[in-house]
């Protein structure tokens, strides 16, 4: 049976406190992660994402460490990169429309079945020992046309699908089950590449998306707020929004700056295993140092639904990027790769605490008539821009040296926590006041 979801009122929330104290049970604190997680449909959907994220991260990890493997470039490795998450910077305000005017639950599925059909396509391509490297990018460009299409929906879907009181707590839980699937897939999928080769890991990967196909389809997905915008009105919709709402614009130039010149060093991980820390890529080692830093990624995104629920989350993503900014500077100059294990723990730690207070900054008084293009921009510039940082830290490294690439990134945050300011404005502060 389909689930219907619509936002509860607060007497409907306070009835459920008083019939928890009456059969004595312990009451859900809103906001946090575990009130998220009670609400059906968004278990339902978490779930199914959370199985279908874990073949994505397998086939990621891969993706980069064949990518070195062929060519021992790290510019190849950011063209690859370039090809999955570029797309991102061009479509995903297209998605955004999309998911604020079409059926959501019938978006999602076709853009999933797309993903696994051009997965299957790229096991294929992949199975030679020496694949043909412009049908590999071709084939992971088509990839990422499907998700920078897809993620503008599911991200709108996501905070919708629980009242607003329990928004961060549902945010933090998307970042745990994201980061949590870097840590499985990783693992799951460097065993298989050094076992099986990365042939297998593209095929589980494409089959991966029926998960979250047979999860939309037991849920009916709240219907878009519908809007007067039209044509390319309705495209730059969360532009004029953006522009209109200080933190909400400092929030998306922030995570655009991040992304582009603090994050090479993910795109360029293999070759800073291998340069630094004498990790191949193509090793289990590999697959668990990456683990190791989804691993942070998830403690630092559950960290908002827990430990920091009650923290304001604009001072905490300033506390965040200096602690972040100072991890990059030990990361940059590690050599050992006994220590680069817990290292890279604190890192994923820290940048996540870090984007997961950002993204909830960005949702927390957000209108749901604009949430799925506003959510397109903080998507251009999380993952659109990542793949170009990539491109320009693989050059800049080539030139310099790896080591040189993450410096830059920690100047960054540093000078980030210094010029943010994501204070809310007194309109956002009555609203969120007049929310509860």
Same mark, same amino acid.
């Given at each position: 049976m389909s689930d219907a979801v619509s936002p509860r009122s607060e007497a409907a929330v306070a009835e459920d406190v008083e019939d928890a104290l009456v059969d004595g049970d312990r009451a859900l604190r809103p906001g946090t992660a575990r009130a998220a997680f009670a609400h059906p449909t968004f278990r339902t959907v978490y779930l199914g994402a959370f199985a279908s994220n874990i073949g994505t991260w397998m086939q990621n990890v891969v993706l980069g460490a064949l990518a070195y493997d062929l060519t021992r470039s790290g510019t190849f490795v950011g063209l690859i990169t370039a090809a999955q998450l570029g797309p991102m910077l061009l479509l995903s305000i297209v998605g955004g429309a999309i998911a604020d005017t079409f059926d959501r639950r019938r978006t999602l599925t076709i853009l999933?079945?797309?993903q696994a059909v051009f997965s299957l396509v790229l096991a294929v391509i992949a199975s030679p020992a020496e694949p043909d490297r412009v049908a590999l990018v071709l084939a992971v460009l088509a990839i990422g046309v499907g998700n920078a299409l897809y993620a503008p929906t599911f991200s709108a879907v996501v905070p919708i699908l629980v009242p607003r009181r329990d928004l961060a707590g549902a945010i933090a839980l998307n970042s745990v089950q994201m980061n949590a699937s870097r840590v499985v897939g990783p693992a799951i999928g460097s065993i298989l590449f050094s076992r099986f080769g990365a042939s297998w890991v593209f095929a589980l990967n494409g089959l991966s998306y029926l998960v979250v196909v047979a999860a939309i389809a037991r849920v009916t997905l709240p219907a878009p707020v519908p809007s007067a915008s039209r044509g390319v009105q309705r495209v730059v919709e969360g532009l004029r929004y953006a522009r209109t709402h200080r933190e909400v614009a400092q929030t998306l130039v *922030?995570?655009?700056? +991040?992304s582009l010149l603090t994050l090479p060093f993910i795109t360029q991980m293999p070759t800073l295993a291998d340069v630094n820390l004498g990790i191949a890529a193509r090793s289990d080692a590999y697959g668990f140092l990456y683990a190791a830093f989804g691993l942070g990624a998830v403690v630092g995104a559950l960290s908002i639904g827990t430990l920091f629920?009650?923290?304001?989350?604009a001072r905490l993503a300033r506390f965040g990027l200096v602690a972040f900014g100072a991890l990059l500077v030990v990361w940059a100059l590690l050599r050992d790769p006994g220590p680069a294990y817990p290292v890279a723990f604190l890192?994923?730690?820290?940048y996540f605490t870090v984007i997961t207070s950002l993204s909830t900054v960005l949702q927390q008084d957000l209108d749901d008539g604009v949430?799925?293009?506003?959510?397109?921009?903080?998507?251009?510039?999380f993952g659109g821009t990542v793949p170009f940082g990539g491109l320009l830290g693989g050059w800049f490294a080539?030139?310099?040296?790896? *080591?040189?690439m993450v +410096?830059?990134?920690a100047a960054v945050a540093f000078v980030l926590a210094v010029l943010v300011d994501l204070r809310p404005t007194r309109r956002s502060s009555a609203a969120r006041v007049s929310a509860g």
């Open positions: 999933a079945l797309q *922030t995570v655009f700056v +991040l629920a009650p923290v304001d989350k890192v994923g730690a820290a949430r799925g293009k506003v959510l397109a921009l903080w998507i251009m510039g080539e030139r310099t040296s790896i *080591t040189a +410096l830059v990134g």
